[in-house]
Each structure stands twice: as structure tokens, then as C-alpha cells.
């Protein structure tokens, strides 16, 4: 009887045993819930970008895709410097990466872009025309940054992204 008694209370303590990271795991997740991951610029939704569907759209890599009309001048400016930093500031990784000018008017102000695509005032793009987006090697938008946007922590996030996605474009 004693020998039995014994086997419950060993079986009983290895069941505990085993149970308790489990209900400790529970009970933290209750009682202290993770945050959620922030990210800087605002987190689009996983569809294709409006002008990603273009033959002249640059495959196989990251874009940086900004509208340019005629209205803008010194914000617009502004904006292609930043972008152009943002690039730069990538290093080994500037190579996956390039700047697009969706031109929205007939004379649009100039810019130091590698792509300038015509684009159709229409087809409005998903967040405005008031920053610009991070859209990925498939096509898809993934982010939007405001014009007045902190470069320094742009520059960080578009790492992040281009170093996780490392086998993307």
C-alpha cells in the first residue's frame, strides 16, 4: 500500500513537473500581455501597388515610389532628397533597392529619380500624395512614410525590412 501511495504521489509530481512552464507561460501572457511590433511609417495593407502593374515598373527589387506633380516644389524637393539619403544610407543593400517618380501632372517639377513613370491622377494612390511608400520585389506596397518624416529612423526600418526579406529582390 505504501509502495503505491508513493507511485501516485511520484506520477502526481512529474505531471506537475511538466505542467508548470506551461501554466507559467499561461499566466504571463494573462497577466502581462507582449506589445505588439511598431513600425514607423504606416503599415499598409498586402495588396499590389497601383503602378507595380506597369511593364516599365522596375522588377526583382525594393522601391521607393513617391508622386510628383507640378503643385510641389520645395516639399517635393525635400522629399526625393530624403529618399535619395534613405538609399544611400543602405550600403551593401542600396543595390536592392531604387527610387521611382510617379508622375502625376504634365510638367512635373524635376527630380533625380531613376524611374519616371507617367502616371494617371485616376488611379489614386492608397495613402495620398503626401509621402512617399516602401514597395517590395513582387509589387506589393508594404509601407508609407509622411513628407517630414524622421530620416534616421526611416533609414533604420527600411534596413530592418531589407535584411529580414533577404532573399526578397
Sequence with gaps: MKSIKRGRMALFAMALLCLAPVLAAWLAYALLPPGGGASYGLLLPTQPFVAAGRADWPRGKWVLA?????DCQNRCRQRWYAMQQIEKAQGEAAGRLTRVALLVSARPAEVDAPHRLSHAPEHAL?????????????????????DGADPGRV????????KVNNGLG
Design 66 to 70: 513617391a508622386a510628383q506633380g507640378a
Design 126 to 146: 492608397p495613402a495620398g500624395t503626401q509621402g512617399f511608400y516602401l514597395v517590395d520585389p513582387l509589387g506589393n506596397q508594404v509601407l508609407f512614410y509622411r
Design 155 to 162: 533609414i533604420d526600418e527600411v534596413a530592418k525590412v531589407l
